[in-house]
């Protein structure tokens, strides 16, 4: 499957946002997904992540409360919604796709498919 990520930007702090992710090339209701993100000289972490039937998520401590994943297997799409952003949560966003977990996931290398990434910028 093949995964495109859109909807970042630059925005101030205490704003919201909201990232998707368009698959191709199969169907996500066969994968767990996953958000992650990237920021400047650091290694790529975990955000969230959500069950195929999207009825069980995941989320990183640092964005409980905040963010909200979700999917729509009929849309083939992923989103993340994004609130009271702050400085810290800028970074590239990328979404991933795991054909062999249960949505619980956290690795980088346990997802096997990768959108290309969306920039975020949270300006202070």
């Known amino acids: 499957v093949q995964l495109q990520a859109s909807g970042g930007g630059l925005v101030q702090a205490g704003a919201s946002l909201r990232l998707s992710c368009a698959a191709s090339?199969?169907?996500?209701?066969?994968?767990?997904m996953a958000w992650f993100r990237q920021a400047p000289g650091k290694e790529r972490e975990f955000v969230a992540s959500i069950s195929r039937s999207g009825r069980s998520t995941y989320y990183a401590d640092s964005v409980k409360g905040r963010f909200t994943i979700s999917r729509d297997n009929a849309k083939n799409t992923l989103n993340l919604q994004m609130s009271t952003l702050k400085p810290e949560d800028t970074a590239v966003y990328y979404c991933?796709?795991?054909?062999w977990g249960s949505g619980m996931r956290v690795l980088v290398s346990e997802y096997d498919s990768w959108g290309q990434g969306t920039q975020v910028t949270v300006s202070s």
């Open positions: 090339g199969g169907t996500i209701s066969r994968y767990s």
């Open positions: 991933a796709a795991d054909m």
